[in-house]
């Protein structure tokens, strides 16, 4: 067992402060590597206050995780030391159920995918996640990171940029399709990097029109302020794909007018409350509400290439541990553009 340092949440209310975790012993398949960014998730926030259920506390969170192999099991084919890698969602899975066999473990339907942080690992100990000094990983859940893509900027890929692309390669977004993306946070600038690379139209939907610069910087051909009731009536049935990035209950009677026959709404945030859906303007043109989370680690995979060949890469400020608190108290205000990732460095030592 290894011991390194990591900030952990201890309660609900409390602050998340410094501390120290073990890590296991490098097994047979397993991969060990020095964290050397973790992003902040909104989903590290829902968790550490308890509002996705209660935790196992400590709880040490992040997973988006992007460091430098310092070790490999004797089995492990697939990395070597000083590879650059990274961790997303989950470390594990049944890895026999038809999801899984599919390269689809984050729908693994014996165990449920294993998550990095707040879950149990097959040792039955507790996992912990990235904002730490280390980690240790089977082989068969570690992503490679590609050369041309800095560790900072690779974490929030992990799963912002995961969880964009999957929808978006699932409904065939790309060259004569019309995307349409609700929120521009640090999952919906993804989702315009993303689908604007795929070669898709793209449309941002936002409450205002204060981040319209930076929307149509970041690539979005068009930018509508959805308080503006007009908005509805100049968009109605123009879209292939709608992607709901926001966490509130949108009407989404008048989202799912924007689609054309046929087309779909991913719901990629998670609500408060259940979701009303309208009978008529669902039925009327056949269209459909689905839902969407992260992805596989094959495509998980996908996707890092993809972005390393087209030089797509998330909008980051870098922090020190010391500031993961007020981070969150940022993130919760919408005060960042568009994702803290966490310089781990003070956690190595």
Known sequence: MTTVSAYAATSATEPLTKTTITRRDVGPHDVAFDIHFAGICHSDIHTVKAEWGQPNYPVVPGHEIAGIVTEVG????????GDHVGVGCFVDSCRDCDSCRAGLEQYCTNTGMVGTYNAVGRDGEPTQGGYSGAIVVDENYVLRIPDSI????????LCAGITLFSPLRNWDAGPGKKVAVIGLGGLGHMGVKLA??????????SQSLKKMEDGLRL??????????????????????????????????GAYLGLLKRDGTLVELGAPEHPLEVPFFPLAAMRRSVAGSMIGGIAETQEMLDFCAEHDVRPEIEVIEPDYINEAYERVLASDVRYRFVIDTASLRS
């Open 150 to 157: 800095p560790l900072d900027a690779a974490a929030p890929l």
């Open 219 to 252: 690539g979005a051909d068009e930018y509508y302020a959805t308080s503006d009731p007009d908005t509805f009536a100049k968009l109605a049935g123009q879209f292939d794909l709608i992607l709901n990035t926001v966490s509130a209950n949108l009407e989404l």
């Open 74 to 81: 004797s089995e492990v084919t697939k990395y070597q030391v």
């Open 196 to 205: 604007k690379a795929m070669g898709a139209e793209v449309t941002v939907l």
